[in-house]
């Protein structure tokens, strides 16, 4: 049987309306975007640009993802008291130190403060003990220095059992 369209009416009609669907579909999908940029703009007004300047700087990243500065952001917010005005703090002490080697330069409670957030990058949590709360596992900067060789706890990088073989060498 040929299906070609000029002998089938009803083939034709069935590709007008798959694309009126895709249409439909792309229209409705493209006016979602201006709705992404308001709730990212919106996040990155909740987060003072002090908190974001002093997590490069200590964390030596020229790009944080913002949905975890802010989650970091308000954890640190929710578990310390003062935690604002210490960032301020910790931010203007970097500022009069414009090395790489401020850490020893800083004030206790300003080096605590620094402590405190690359705690928080670095591990993915935010707190001790009970209190203690996950913001992100995957994405903690610990395993960014080790991924070309091994992949977080709990994520299976190959089959079942594959721990029983030789490993192989990346990079060699």
Same mark, same amino acid.
């Given at each position: 049987?040929?299906?070609?369209?000029?002998?089938?009416?009803?083939?034709?009609?069935?590709?007008?309306?798959?694309?009126?669907?895709?249409?439909?579909?792309?229209?409705?999908?493209?006016?979602? +975007?201006? #709705?992404? !940029?308001?709730?990212?703009?919106?996040?990155?007004?909740?987060?003072?640009? =002090?908190?974001?300047?002093? %997590?490069?700087?200590?964390?030596?990243?020229?790009?944080?993802?913002?949905?975890?500065?802010?989650?970091?952001?308000?954890?640190?917010?929710?578990?310390?008291?003062?935690?604002?005005?210490?960032?301020?703090?910790?931010?203007?002490?970097?500022?009069? +130190?414009? #090395?790489? !080697?401020?850490?020893?330069?800083?004030?206790?409670?300003?080096?605590?403060? =620094?402590?405190?957030?690359? %705690?928080?990058?670095?591990?993915?949590?935010?707190?001790?003990?009970?209190?203690?709360?996950?913001?992100?596992?995957?994405?903690?900067?610990?395993?960014?220095?080790?991924?070309?060789?091994?992949?977080?706890?709990?994520?299976?990088?190959?089959?079942?059992?594959?721990?029983?073989?030789?490993?192989?060498?990346?990079?060699?």
């Amino acid at each position: 049987m040929n299906n070609d369209s000029s002998k089938n009416p009803s083939s034709s009609h069935d590709k007008t309306r798959r694309n009126i669907i895709k249409g439909l579909a792309s229209t409705s999908l493209l006016s979602l +975007f201006p #709705t992404f !940029n308001v709730i990212a703009d919106s996040l990155r007004d909740d987060v003072p640009d =002090a908190f974001v300047s002093v %997590s490069k700087a200590l964390t030596q990243r020229d790009v944080l993802p913002e949905m975890l500065v802010q989650r970091f952001y308000q954890a640190l917010q929710a578990t310390h008291r003062g935690f604002a005005q210490q960032v301020m703090t910790l931010e203007q002490e970097m500022n009069q +130190f414009k #090395t790489q !080697n401020f850490a020893d330069k800083l004030s206790p409670e300003s080096q605590q403060t =620094a402590k405190t957030i690359l %705690s928080a990058w670095y591990t993915g949590i935010v707190g001790d003990g009970p209190e203690a709360q996950v913001v992100t596992y995957r994405n903690a900067f610990e395993f960014s220095a080790v991924e070309e060789v091994l992949t977080p706890r709990s994520y299976c990088p190959n089959k079942p059992g594959f721990w029983a073989a030789k490993p192989m060498e990346k990079n060699a």
